[in-house]
Every structure is written in C-alpha cells, then in structure tokens.
C-alpha cells in the first residue's frame, strides 16, 4: 500500500510565504515524476510544478519564478516553497506520485488528500 500525506498548508496574507511537503510511504520501489495540482473553488485541477527523479521541473506560467519545486528522493518527499503569494493562489493543492510499487502492482499516479491554502488580501 502506498500512501501520500502533505502538509504545511495555511493561511497567509498577500505577499507572504508558506511551504508544503508531500511525504511518501508504503511499499515503494521507485518513485518517477512527482508534482503538485491545485483545485480552487468552481474551478477545475490544475498544474502547479511537477519534477523528474532527475529533478528537471516544470512550472505552470502563473507561479513560474514565485514557487519552486524540490525533492528529496532519500526521504522521498517533495517541496513546494510558495513565495510572493496572491489571493489567487488560494486553493487545495494536492501532491501527486509517478509510483512503481514493491511486488506485481503497477506503476501508477497516487494522490495526497490535498491541503488548503488561503492567501488574504
């Protein structure tokens, strides 16, 4: 069983920081693309950052040189520094896992149960 739990969610006023950590567990025997979505009210998921075990990355325009995505593949966890933040950007974000998991399973996407981050104006 594989499981994905974040943290570091908030509230922030406009212009603050916050931080978000997504650590993974389980029977893991590789971890691929890792990334962050976020879902805001009335709107659809979208992509926020993904990076490779490489640790390539890709940004959505909106946040490109405010957050940076980072991880940690000894501690397989990944990061989500968020500075300069917009009431925009408030929203439930959610980490996501490329996973090959120890055994017969498959290698597939896992799920966080999701954070929410508010930013105040």
């Known amino acids: 069983q594989v499981q994905l739990v974040e943290s570091g969610g908030g509230l922030v006023q406009a212009g603050g920081s916050l931080r978000l950590s997504c650590a993974a567990s389980?029977?893991?025997?590789?971890?691929?693309?890792m990334g962050w979505y976020r879902q805001a009210p009335g709107k659809q998921r979208e992509l926020v950052a993904t990076?490779?075990?490489?640790?390539?990355?890709n940004y959505a325009a909106s946040v490109k040189g405010r957050f940076t995505i980072s991880r940690d593949n000894a501690k397989n966890t990944v990061y989500l520094q968020m500075n300069s933040l917009k009431p925009e950007d408030t929203a439930v974000y959610y980490c996501?896992?490329?996973?090959?998991?120890?055994?017969?399973?498959?290698?597939?996407?896992?799920w966080g149960q999701g954070t929410q981050v508010t930013v105040s104006s």
């Open positions: 996501s896992a490329n996973i090959r998991p120890t055994g017969w399973g498959l290698t597939r996407d896992y």
């Open positions: 389980g029977s893991i025997f590789s971890i691929n693309t």
């Open positions: 990076i490779t075990s490489g640790h390539s990355t």
